[in-house]
């Protein structure tokens, strides 16, 4: 999950495992699933989709910040 977060934060959509840890959750809205045994379909797919993509990371980019995770803790904390 951290390089899916640190690649939103650059405005990168996401090839994500929807099989493992957190990526799912955090890659799903902003990416394509890893299809290992339909690279071609897959990797067509995300050139399809990836002005769609790029621009709803953009208009969420400060939610991937390490500033709003900053501040999150911050707030927790106060």
């Known amino acids: 999950p951290n390089a899916l977060i640190e690649a939103l934060a650059f405005g990168l959509p996401v090839i994500y495992d929807a099989k493992g840890g957190g990526a799912a959750e955090i890659g799903a ?11 071609n379909g897959m990797l067509e797919n995300a050139r399809a ?3 769609e993509l790029a621009q709803k990371i953009a208009s969420r980019r400060e939610n991937f910040l390490i500033t709003h995770a900053a501040n999150a803790y911050l707030g927790l904390f106060k």
Not at 34 to 39: G, S, V, W
């Open 29 to 39: 809205p902003y990416g394509i699933v890893f299809e290992p045994e339909n690279m």
């Open 49 to 51: 989709q990836h002005d």
